[in-house]
């Protein structure tokens, strides 16, 4: 996003939030996913049509910021593109629809042609941290199903989840992240996706290395060892995405 993953969400996420601090600032996720022999045609299409009308709404004044993702190789199960679109406000996205050619919903038309199946998500961002650094960011795109209310997923991404980034990034190996909530989770497959931005491959190579170290080094703070000790009855994890940024606005 603006050359690394995902800050998609208000000049908050484009220039680095402050740690821990709230936002609602309304986006929606849309994935898309192609059958394996019009993948490279989704590509295409995601670095051209749809990244030319995403431009063009912001030039506009309809949408904060964007991104696109695309997955590095087809896998069963994940989507092939991932668009993000940020609003200013609820006023700002109900413009943004108004504008919208009948049944795109948000996606250009060669995209809808190419796609086997669409899923929109209405969400919004509550964290994020990190400023634009790498020029090739290897992205993780991670969703998870919150077990807890919303209020009390948000301790516990203060208590236990952003600590940790914040430790891989003082390792220098995590750039940023974005986290995103759904607005309306009944059914779906996640109600929390989190967005990590590495700096690059390298950097990715030793999540396994810095997690294990990191993790070590907050076990000493009785705050965090708790939220480590109930963190399964708190989220499931979904399938995670490998994914290269592919066109970002701010």
């Known amino acids: 996003m603006f050359r690394s993953a995902i800050q998609f969400v208000l000049a908050v996420l484009w220039v680095g939030a402050i740690p821990g601090a709230a936002s609602a600032a309304p986006c929606v996720a ?7 022999k019009d993948r490279a045609a989704l590509l295409g299409d995601m670095k051209g049509p749809q990244a030319s009308l995403l431009q063009n709404w912001r030039s506009k004044g309809l949408i904060a910021n964007y991104d696109v993702l695309f997955t590095r190789a087809p896998d069963a199960g994940v989507w092939d593109a991932m668009v993000m679109i940020a609003f200013r406000d609820d006023a700002a996205q109900t413009r943004w629809r108004a504008q919208l050619a009948p049944g795109s ?3 250009a038309a060669q995209a809808l042609a190419d796609a086997a199946a669409v899923e929109t998500t209405p969400c919004e961002s509550v964290r994020s941290q990190g400023a634009d650094s790498a020029p090739n960011p290897a992205i993780l795109v991670i969703p998870y199903i919150a077990l807890i209310p919303p209020a009390d997923y948000l301790a ?4 236990y989840t952003i600590p940790q980034f914040r430790g891989w990034m003082t390792e220098g190996v995590l750039d940023g992240y974005d986290i995103v909530t759904s607005r309306f989770p009944a059914g779906r497959a996640w109600n929390a996706t989190i967005v990590l931005r590495y700096r690059d491959d390298a950097a990715l190579a030793r999540r396994d290395e810095i997690v294990a ?9 009785p705050s965090w060892k708790a939220f480590s000790d109930s963190k399964k009855a708190t989220r499931t994890e979904g399938r995670l995405a490998l994914a290269e940024e592919i066109a970002s606005g701010r």
């Open 156 to 159: 516990y991404l203060d208590g």
């Open 213 to 221: 170290k990191v993790r070590k080094q907050l076990a000493s703070n």
């Open 105 to 107: 919903g948000g996606l």
């Open 30 to 36: 849309i994935t898309v996913t192609a059958t394996p």
